[in-house]
């Protein structure tokens, strides 16, 4: 799990601390004005290849989901980002920090994520204006 003291550490690893490993296939949406390009750059970096948009059509590692609280329903947009998704796959919401515009309660995400049946397994503090939120697929139970 990733911890939200980690935001000391400097833009060249936040990669890693997003779990990006060299070769994925990762999918932004959600992109506008305010992204951090940093973020982005070191996502591509680590990764080797661009971002792929939201019109991408390939199985996807990762999905990088910038989201604002005007930005709609969450619930809608999580299944909408599964959908190309692979079974280990995991999505990151990443969100405004606390008392900058966009920013959504924690258990607003939590909620969705419980919703779209995903579980919030990590947050991580990503520069100055964004938190990240971890969201992968709920492992069914073992039967006995």
């Known amino acids: 799990m990733v911890a939200a003291g980690d935001a000391g550490k400097g833009e060249a690893d936040v990669a890693e601390r997003l779990d990006i490993e060299p070769e994925m296939v990762v999918q932004e949406l959600g992109w506008d004005e305010d992204v951090d390009d940093d973020v982005r750059a070191a996502i591509e970096e680590r990764c080797g290849s661009e971002l792929l948009d939201e019109d991408a059509d390939e ?33 990151w919401v990443l969100t405004p920090k606390t008392g900058r515009e966009g920013y959504v309660e924690p258990a607003d995400i939590s909620e969705a994520a419980s919703t779209a049946n995903l579980a919030q397994t990590g947050k991580v503090s990503l520069g100055e204006g964004w938190m990240g939120t971890r969201l992968a697929y709920r492992k069914a139970k073992a039967r006995r």
């Open 59 to 91: 199985v996807v590692d990762v999905v990088l989901l910038w989201w604002r609280e005007e930005d709609g329903d969450l619930t809608d947009t999580l299944l909408d980002a599964m959908t190309p998704l692979s079974d280990e796959g995991v999505i």
